[in-house]
């Protein structure tokens, strides 16, 4: 009220102003007289003399045209009237007939508008839309500052009237609300005083009625009219974040945006603050994200004043954050549609360097469905199928300068790439989301396989490309039969080209590999076993990682299982592994080096002893070459435990039919012979020497003639060599000697037959006779007829050499010759069948001591 007294003092001694300052001297009359009106016993002479504001107002009336209403002069001057008419009593029916007709005139408008709004005794808020839709394109589309005026006052005086009502009628009908504040905020900002004040009035109403209808708790006086822009501006922001929907903030947002391709400076101007305070904090929910991006797609270019442009991108660039789905699916729908790359939105999606790690890695986790999105909580808004994800990285791979980003998350990003390619190529995946968005032109596995290419060539690695190109890898990868061939062939450029990122691959695979229910841990495993040649990368396991990969042999899926045995025999060759490893590990001593390799085996060992037990005959075969290399890396002195179980584990695999494991079973027990020294020959092992004895022996008479050939440096291969002439069971046999220092016996192994070897053996142990007898009994179960038969005759050889108290201790031999009568090779049923003739005859000899082979005292006798 001071401020409007002084300015009526100051223009009623200016006598003349410029239209702005008429309509300022007027509003200042109506504000004091209003406040006046206020006071009981309120004066207006107390302030001005009224006679003189009337002659000063009619002055003011009379100076403007009447051919035309262009001045806002006018109808403020009406309105002023109205303001002093119950102050000004009588003063003015002697010269403003006129001007008290053309405001009941206006009045009468603006009654019928509200009459029509109203339906029973609330206000109808779609009729209202309707009236407003009709009123707005006179603001927005008008250069006429008079027009915009008048047009802004009408909506004023409807928001005016409508907030006086404590219930609106279909409230939730009105959807223009986000429009008509942007509208509104935008000519806030207008340079014009007039239109400026117009429409902060409007809009002030505008926020009446959101605070009364959409807040509990509302107090009419927290909500003045804002006098200053500033102000205007703090509460148009709190009103934007906490009483609009979605929806209407995304009209908000569409409102600017549009004004920002305007002709006028000013314009975009208030239009880019006023989104820009929208943007400077965190963006709330928006709706209509698909229409936002739209009209951006197409009407960049159209935007050409620089804080326009940046003020739009960053929106693409939030929106692209927070709702990553919906923005990437508009923009692949709109390209494929026109088909034709209009990539400016792509370069702006990468020019912001987190943003694009941001939605990077949101990507990926659309590339990993086990995995939840840490960025989004589930909505009910659509989600990209993996096939968009991969397109959408692939776009944002084209970018330059962006290659610092794409080092950080390289690896995951080419393992999850190659995990897709095998998805789709070996199981043949494209989910239901992915049929949706797939057009003719885009074929998934291309897709991802240009994807892979496109990263390996953004990170640096062009060369390796060309590479796996030469080679044929790419073709191989997208082949379902040969496809695990192309990624051992794309693993071997990495591991020859020696690539910076092999260690973080083989890190982020192992990383993976602790997930349960991974689907593409194939892939994993072969990649992973090529990269584990590489020296730096064996350097890094620890016994966490060897702890991971000993959990998937429980997996008992074959092909798993046979990678995971080519794992074992690469840490068994890589004896100095840690010392390349750098860090704590790096002792740079082969002491610790091997204590460590050490360690890490152990933990595999007994995995690796189990698969001798799958039902799988390859597993079987690939453990046991891998037992046979194991050989050639593992110490006594460090392996003890574990050498002493392989023997007893190979026992079954001495007689087994396949000529192949039989032959790996006698090399890996040679080899195990070699590496033990009397000194350590302790019970249980001495025991299974003793126990095999007689088994080597007799298998110098193997049908297969390879099973007795030693090997050479070569022995991890699985061809055996004729040009060794020793055989492996006779090798076997002088270590045999060696270990339990039979040297009489080692140069009878060593060059005799068969039979001039187990007598020498029975004349020699003449103690541990018994002990052999059991042996051959158990050699009549063996599949070779040729064995069966010297045990048989062995077995008679030593019954033979028996004293008569031994001999009460052979009841399971008789049984065991009886049931070899039914023996189908002749010859074993007949040596059967003569043994027992010789039983009888020498029972008949010791009648007079004891009536039957079968009865009597059982010796006890000890085979230690």
Known sequence: ??????????????????????????????????????????????????????????????????????????????????????????????????????????????????????????????????????????????????????????????????????????????????????????????????????????????????????????????????????????????????????????????????????ASRHDVCAASKMLKMILKHSLPEIGKVPEIIQYTYHNMNSITETTAQGTIEKILYLLAQTYTDEVILTLFKMEDQSQRGVHKPWEILASFPKGYEVIMEFLLQKLTPHQKSKSQEPSHRREISPLIATRAIHELLLEPNRRIEVQTFFSSLFMTLLNQISFLVVEGGTDIQDQQHVTEWVDPVSATVEALKALMLRAGYGDYVSFVQKLGGWELLTSPERHYEGVTLLARAMVVKNCWHNRPIFSFIIKTLQEVGNTNHLTAFVFMTELLRCPGVVATVDEATVCVLAGWFQYEEPSTVKLLLQVVGIFAKHGNMVRWGGGRRSTGRPGAALALQVRQLRILQPYVLNCCYSLDSDIVMETLALLRCLMEHLTWQHSSSFLIQLTFTLGPFFEEEPDHLRLLAFEIYRALLAKVKRTVLVFPLKHQVLNLTVLLVLHLEDVNASVAQVRGPWACSSVSSPLVSLQVCRSALCHTAAVLRWSRLRVVFAEKDVWTILRALLQQEASKALWFLKQCVTLFKSPQAAIRQTAVRFAGQIIQTLDAEEADDIEEVCTALKNMQEDPDPMVSCLATQTLYILEAKEKLQANTSTSCFCGRRAQKSYS
């Open 1 to 262: 009220e001071r401020d409007a007294y002084e300015l009526i003092a100051e223009f009623l001694d200016q006598g003349q102003g410029s239209e702005l300052e008429k309509l300022k001297f007027l509003r200042a009359v109506e504000t004091l007289s209003s406040a006046v009106h206020a006071q009981p016993n309120g004066n207006m002479n107390d302030y001005f003399s009224k006679a003189i504001l009337a002659r000063k107002i009619e002055v003011l009336i009379l100076e403007e045209i009447t051919e035309a209403l262009v001045s806002n002069v006018r109808p403020q001057a009406m309105l002023c009237i109205v303001a002093l008419r119950s102050q000004a009593g009588g003063c003015w029916s002697s010269y403003t007939p006129r001007l008290l007709l053309a405001h009941q005139t206006i009045q009468a408008l603006d009654d019928m508008l509200q009459a029509l709004v109203m339906e029973d005794m609330e206000p109808n808020m779609p009729i209202l839309q309707n009236f407003l839709e009709i009123i707005l394109p006179w603001l927005t589309l008008s250069e006429k500052v008079h027009e915009q005026s008048r047009a802004l006052g009408t909506i004023s005086r409807m928001l005016r009237f409508i907030c006086n009502f404590p219930e609106l009628s279909h409230l939730t009908e009105f959807s223009i609300t986000g429009k008509l504040m942007g509208i509104l905020g935008l000519f806030c900002m207008n340079t014009n005083y007039e239109i400026s004040a117009e429409a902060s009035e409007a809009l002030h109403y505008l926020f009446k009625i959101l605070v009364l209808h959409r807040s509990k708790g509302f107090v009419q006086s927290q909500c003045g009219m804002p006098t200053l822009q500033r102000q205007l501006l703090l509460f148009f922001l709190q009103f934007f974040r906490k009483y609009l929907t979605p929806e209407e903030r995304a009209d908000v947002i569409m409102v600017s945006m549009e004004t920002m391709s305007s």
